[in-house]
């Protein structure tokens, strides 16, 4: 059985007989069920609905493909776009302590050259300047930035904006240079544990492996994005 939605193999222990539905592994769509001629044939599909925090801006399904795949994208299209938001509870946090340690900072400072203070006293904070500028960025960015992923005229993207950040990197890669999409499990070392975080990749027909989306915390938005890129490699 062909799955309506992607047009992947949904083997024999997927399909759920005497409830007249069955799942496909591949986009994860549930699929209804009738019989015909004493055969079990698919009637319909429900894609599953995006993981919590992704907001789905474009859908248009990949059209058919009737000749070249870059004539099918070129010609017709075809787009996704999904996006989230980095605002966290620790955000919060964050920006609350940012203000604290800069204010800190900007004090010193000013009774240094309200002083004229020994060089040394404007000198020995700087790697805290430097912390606390950081900081500062990385509360600013949690508020106003967003992720977004997709596909666009050909080319799977990830972007981050609008504030620039070192530590978040865009990333852009050809659908006609990609085999497929995958994803793989990173841990993140802290002082006392480790988290999980998620990278979505392209595996290169070089053979190359490149990361289009990286650090993500959920698993499950982790794959529910790298099953949408992989209906414009079809």
């Known amino acids: 059985m062909e799955c309506p939605s992607c047009g ?9 007989a005497s409830r007249r539905i069955a799942r496909c592994p591949s986009c994860d769509a549930t699929i209804d069920l009738i019989e015909s ?6 009637a319909g599909f429900r894609a599953p609905p995006p993981p919590d925090r992704l907001t789905i801006e474009i859908d248009e399904a990949p059209p058919p493909r009737t000749g ?14 999904a996006s989230f938001r980095w605002f966290r509870p620790v955000t919060i946090f964050l920006t ?9 900072l900007l004090m010193w400072y000013s009774i240094a050259f309200s002083t004229s203070a020994p060089v040394m006293m404007l000198v020995f904070p700087l790697i805290h300047v430097a912390v606390g500028v950081g900081i ?3 509360a600013l960015a949690g508020w106003f930035n967003r992720t977004r992923i997709g596909v666009e005229n050909g ?3 990830c972007k981050h904006g609008p504030i620039p950040t070192p ?26 544990s480790s988290v999980e975080r998620w990278n979505v990749r392209a595996r290169l027909r070089s053979g190359k492996r490149k990361v289009l989306a990286s650090g993500l915390e959920d698993e499950e938005m982790a794959r529910y994005l790298a099953r949408k890129l992989e209906r414009f490699l079809r």
């Open 155 to 157: 080319a799977a993207f």
């Open 8 to 16: 992947a193999l949904v083997p024999p222990e997927e399909i759920r």
């Open 136 to 138: 500062g960025l990385y």
């Open 167 to 192: 530590f978040k990197r865009s990333a852009e890669v050809r659908l006609d240079d990609v085999d497929l999409f995958e994803v793989d499990r990173k841990l993140v070392r802290t002082n006392r």
């Open 96 to 104: 609350l302590f940012a203000v604290m340690w800069n204010g800190f």
């Open 37 to 42: 001629d004493g055969t079990l044939i698919p």
């Open 68 to 81: 070249s795949y870059r004539e099918a994208i070129e010609t017709r299209g075809g787009r996704f776009v």
